[in-house]
């Protein structure tokens, strides 16, 4: 058997048991396996509400906290405080923590109510606000909050349903980062 072959078998083996590991641990939180935890993200490509043109796919190498929201939902008000703390700690300012970049993707709101929400409770992070009904669709989002940590490979590590708590999203990190790090390459 070629070399590249049993990196293959290797990666493929370690993305099976970190789906296994993220998709069975109980954390008391609603987060449900889905169709796309495991598979390379679907497309997110848009226009922010500063201006910028945003694609996930030039975030490869990075991770990702895909996060669907509207303004007008009680649980993404309430976790936006714990988005905002999240994306703080992983900025890449700490060395000890893993960069993570937030993109936050509005779900049937007005692109003025998410500018001026973003203004008044802050989050510094791109914010997708205007036709973003295909990102939903691809997404698989029926209900708002979701969120979707990606890995820097690109494929889709855990799926969380309901208000995010920065706590549960350190865990799922780090689980994620663990094993991760044990794959040939360091990551998927």
Same mark, same amino acid.
């Given at each position: ?15 099976t ?22 598979a ?61 970049? =937030?993109? #936050?993707?509005?779900? $049937?709101?007005?692109a003025? +109510? ?7 409770? !802050? /989050? ?25 940590l ?14 995010? =708590?920065? #706590?549960?999203?350190? $865990?799922?990190?780090?689980? +994620? ?7 040939? !390459? /360091?990551?998927?």
């Amino acid at each position: 058997m070629s070399p590249i072959r049993i990196s293959a078998a290797a990666v493929g083996l370690v993305l099976t048991l970190l789906i296994v590991v993220l998709a069975t641990r109980d954390t008391g939180r609603d987060r449900l396996t889905t169709h796309l935890v495991g598979a390379v993200a679907p497309p997110v490509i848009g226009t922010t509400i500063d201006g910028d043109i945003w694609d996930l796919d030039d975030h490869r190498g990075r991770w990702v906290l895909v996060n669907f929201f509207a303004t007008t939902c009680v649980p993404c008000i309430e976790e936006h405080p714990e988005l905002v703390a999240f994306a703080e700690a992983h900025s890449g300012d700490d060395p000890d923590r893993p960069e993570v970049r =937030v993109v #936050s993707v509005a779900f $049937d709101d007005r692109a003025s +109510a998410v500018a001026a929400f973003f203004a008044q409770n !802050g /989050g510094g992070w791109p914010v997708l606000a205007a036709d973003t009904g295909r990102i939903a669709v691809d997404w698989g989002v029926v209900a708002v909050p979701e969120s979707y940590l990606v890995a820097p490979s690109g494929h889709v590590v855990a799926k969380v349903v309901g208000g995010v =708590v920065r #706590s549960d999203l350190e $865990d799922l990190l780090d689980e +994620a980062a663990s094993l991760l790090r044990g794959a040939p !390459g /360091g990551d998927l």
